[in-house]
């Protein structure tokens, strides 16, 4: 099948800009011998993560247990947990992966260790530990200057072993500009730096120093410090990293295509194509470099200036050259919530559809737990 002939709307994969995406940010990993944990939350694809694997990923970075236990299930041995976790029944669950293959959790507080401490006792494990660091989010992470504090209580715990320190620079995402990106790097290398200096003069043995973003990830990767960089966006990219200047049109490899079905009296397009494809998501961090609701491919006079449910509506600004009947394709604002929206890509190379590529571990109540 053509992409012509598929219905509209549509989630459309370029399968060759996938797959350069992957090698350009694992070769970068690779050549400054850094591990690649990449993040799985931006495409919940058991098919994409084996490339990822494939490609030299050293692991994954997971942000639910769902996810967890869907690559465990997959056959991948290697987990990294981004967030703390309490409960009796997530930390059963954590016990239970980590009894199946290399699980490394992670927290910023001594709640959460106790917790962890009691659960793998009972089940006579050792449960691997990252201590989070704030790196300038101010989300999770103790500052770097009181992370001995708490390793010094996590390491009088039974079964619980301080492997590293983890951290996100996701305050990048809330730059107006790309010229704000490399003080963000300063900021989390240094944080990062004094966090792993100040746990090594205490004799604390760190062997994983992991953090990353997409628009960070070659800063990481030249880091002295960081060992582990964890970004991912970098498979499909979107406009906010467009917006950041980490890449072009042709690098995003995730599109919406959609059809321009009617031209209000007010001289705005409609399409068929709203919140339940594209989103609403102008970036978690208040991106101020986002215009619109996606960015139109090929087609700077337009912006997307509002959704409906199931309908957009495009000003033109200037002249255009579209009309109803025109199909065209749109790069969301924020791929991974977008790619979370559908259950199938529809996976491309040049102009005809190769595959249908599930997004199988999408829906964080897919699964009931009792």
């Given at each position: ?98 009894s199946k293959i290399n699980l490394i959790c ?234 979370n929206l559908t259950s199938n890509l529809l ?5 005809t559809i190769e595959k249908v590529i599930e ?12």
């Amino acid at each position: 099948m053509k992409i012509s002939e598929v219905a509209t709307p549509n989630f459309l994969l370029d399968l060759d800009q996938l797959e350069k995406n992957i090698d350009k940010i694992q070769q970068i990993c690779t050549n400054n011998n850094k591990q690649l944990w990449p993040m799985l939350k931006t495409h919940k694809s058991t098919y994409i993560a084996r490339l990822q694997k494939n490609a030299g990923a050293s692991g994954f970075l997971v942000g639910t247990l769902d996810e967890g236990e869907a690559l465990i299930k997959a056959g991948f041995e290697d987990i990294m947990l981004a967030y703390p976790y309490m409960g009796e029944v997530n930390i059963n669950r954590i016990v239970t992966m980590a009894s199946k293959i290399n699980l490394i959790c992670a927290t910023d507080n001594i709640e959460c260790a106790k917790a962890y401490s009691e659960a793998f006792s009972k089940s006579k494990i050792e449960c691997k530990l990252l201590i989070i660091v704030d790196c300038g989010l101010h989300r999770f992470g103790v500052e770097p200057e009181k992370v001995v504090e708490l390793a010094t209580e996590i390491s009088k715990l039974e079964n619980i072993k301080i492997v590293g320190i983890s951290s996100h620079p996701g305050q990048v995402y809330g730059c107006s500009s790309p010229e704000g990106v490399p003080d963000v790097c300063v900021q989390e290398d240094s944080s990062m730096e004094k966090a792993y200096k100040a746990l090594t003069d205490n004799g604390f043995n760190i062997e994983i120093v992991a953090s990353g973003s997409t628009p960070t990830v070659e800063s990481e990767a030249a880091s002295k410090t960081i060992t582990a960089v964890r970004p991912g966006n970098y498979v499909y990219y979107d406009a906010i990293q467009i917006g950041l200047g980490c890449a072009t049109e042709d690098m995003c490899a995730l599109t919406v295509v959609c059809t321009v079905t009617s031209k209000n009296s007010s001289g705005y397009y409609l399409i068929d194509c709203g919140s339940k494809c594209l989103g609403l998501d102008k970036g978690a961090h208040g991106n101020s470099s986002i215009v619109g609701y996606g960015r139109v491919c090929g087609h700077p006079e337009l912006t997307i200036d509002s959704l409906s449910e199931e309908v957009g509506k495009i000003k033109v600004n200037g002249e255009t050259d579209i009309k109803i009947g025109d199909r065209i394709r749109i790069i969301p604002n924020h791929s991974c919530s977008t790619a979370n929206l559908t259950s199938n890509l529809l996976g491309f190379r040049g102009d005809t559809i190769e595959k249908v590529i599930e997004v199988d571990i999408r829906e964080n109540s897919k699964q009931i737990i009792l």
